[in-house]
Nanobody, 122 residues
């Protein structure tokens, strides 16, 4: 599965962005999907994951209540709605696919997207 992330940009603190991840070239609907991020000088970290059906989601504690992950198997896409953004959310965001939401949460990723930059100004 090839992944293409988009939707990043510059936003002020307290603002919102919606990231999209378009999938192609594989069986998207049977896979777990997720988002990770990597801030400058830091390691890549898990953000959110969703099961193949969309019914099960996992979030990092740092984004719970602010970010929402979703997917559309009909459109071969996954989304990350980010609200109440803070400067510490500044990072390159990557979408990823794995066998399930739990395995994606654990970092067992089969494919990575190319990343989209989110910059939150204070």
């Amino acid at each position: 599965v090839q992944l293409q992330a988009s939707g990043g940009g510059l936003v002020q603190a307290g603002g919102s962005l919606r990231l999209s991840c378009a999938a192609s070239g594989g069986t998207f609907s049977s896979n777990g999907m997720g988002w990770f991020r990597q801030a400058p000088g830091k390691e890549r970290e898990f953000v959110a994951a969703v099961s193949w059906s969309g019914s099960i989601t996992y979030y990092a504690d740092s984004v719970k209540g602010r970010f929402t992950i979703s997917r559309s198997n009909a459109q071969n896409a996954a989304y990350l709605q980010m609200n109440s953004l803070q400067p510490e959310d500044t990072a390159v965001y990557y979408c990823a696919v794995g066998s399930g939401a739990r395995t994606v949460e654990g970092g067992e990723v089969r494919s990575w997207g190319q990343g989209t930059l989110v910059t939150v100004s204070s």
